[in-house]
T-cell receptor
Framework: DTGVSQDPRHKITKRGQNVTFRCDPISEHNRLYWYRQTLGQGPEFLTYFQNEAQLEKSRLLSDRFSAERPKGSFSTLEIQRTEQGDSAMYLC?????????????????FGSGTQLSVL | GNSVTQMEGPVTLSEEAFLTINCTYT??????LFWYVQYPGEGLQLLLK?????DKGSNKGFEATYRKETTSFHLEKGSVQVSDSAVYFC????????????FGTGTRLQVTL
């Protein structure tokens, strides 16, 4: 399978614990995105990387959240001192944008997500 | 800010029925519009997109037309199948530096025999 893979699929933790999720994008995709989806809502943008550089972070990403993409390949998302409000599905997506006649075309490929439950 | 509003689900249809899922948006300028589909246990997949007014996106029998005058991008299919059962998300973004999608809340479609 050469799609976007996320690990783990499910994570149950106690409030106050730290958790880390991993995303492996499609190889050669230079952009990587993190989204969060809570129950009954659509996904919300958190942050994205171009290669190893983190270019934008949403205001949803509090100081307890940190994301890295050290070699421009896989990425990790860490949540410190988890709270019950952090319970959500964390989605990763990757892309390889291309320019065609002055227009940027970008198709995101999503992983299946990591479901976090904070007790 | 930008927002996307979808009709609430679940939508339950019999096989071969006509499908419409309404989507309207609020945004400045000229966003690109998308429909994503999420099948059970799978990641979101791009279903179709339209990048400018009056464009029609189509894929797998689904269609949606970018209507700037009504700020809408309704999803339609003439004859649904059981295999179309999934959650459908309408979304928008701006071409440029990155695809920061703004999603609607999703509409669950259940197709029965």
């Amino acid at each position: 399978d050469t799609g976007v893979s996320q690990d783990p699929r499910h994570k149950i933790t106690k409030r106050g614990q730290n958790v880390t999720f991993r995303c492996d994008p499609i190889s050669e995709h230079n952009r990587l995105y993190w989204y969060r989806q809570t129950l009954g809502q659509g996904p919300e943008f958190l942050t994205y990387f171009q290669n190893e550089a983190q270019l934008e972070k949403s205001r949803l990403l509090s100081d307890r959240f940190s994301a890295e993409r050290p070699k421009g390949s896989f990425s990790t998302l860490e949540i410190q001192r988890t709270e019950q409000g952090d319970s959500a599905m964390y989605l990763c997506a990757s892309s390889w944008p291309n320019r065609d006649r002055g227009t940027t075309n970008e198709k995101l490929f999503f992983g299946s997500g990591t479901q976090l439950s904070v007790l | 800010g930008n927002s996307v509003t979808q009709m609430e689900g679940p939508v339950t249809l019999s096989e071969e029925a006509f499908l419409t899922i309404n989507c309207t948006y609020t945004a400045t300028g000229y966003p690109s519009l998308f429909w994503y589909v999420q099948y059970p246990g799978e990641g979101l997949q791009l279903l179709l997109k339209a990048t400018k007014a009056d464009d029609k996106g189509s894929n797998k029998g689904f269609e949606a037309t970018y209507r700037k005058e009504t700020t809408s991008f309704h999803l339609e299919k003439g004859s649904v199948q059981v295999s179309d059962s999934a959650v459908y998300f309408c979304a928008l973004s701006y071409t440029g530096t990155a695809s920061k999608l703004t999603f609607g809340t999703g509409t669950r479609l259940q197709v029965t025999l």
